[in-house]
């Protein structure tokens, strides 16, 4: 069972930073591709960023430039650094592990960001 917990969300004035985190449990972490996505009301989930077991990135052109995703095997964590930030970004923020045809979901950790 791979249980993912995010962390890290909050209020942030626009031009502020961030950084979540999402622990990972389970025994997959590092061969499992992770992602953060984002579901903003009335929206679809979209994806942030994405890391995958070699460490290769990919980003929403949305957020390329400002965010960064990042791990750490060891700690079988996965981080994003938010910087930037606009009011757009106003999201419920979810952590996403991906290996082979498996797909885990964190419960989600809020960030608003004022104007």
């Known amino acids: 069972q791979v249980q993912l917990v995010e962390s890290g969300g909050g209020l942030v004035q626009a031009g502020g930073s961030l950084r979540l985190s999402c622990a990972a449990s389970g025994g997959i972490f590092r061969r499992a591709a992770m992602g953060w996505f984002r579901q903003a009301p009335g929206q679809q989930r979209e994806l942030v960023a994405r890391?995958?077991?070699?460490?290769?990135?990919n980003y929403a052109d949305s957020v390329k430039g400002r965010f960064t995703i990042s791990r750490d095997n060891a700690k079988n964590t996965v981080y994003l650094q938010m910087n930037s930030l606009k009011p757009e970004d106003t999201a419920v923020y979810y952590c996403n592990a991906a290996y082979l045809s498996d797909n885990y979901w964190g419960r989600g950790t809020q960030v608003i960001v004022s104007s």
């Open positions: 890391i995958t077991g070699g460490s290769s990135t």
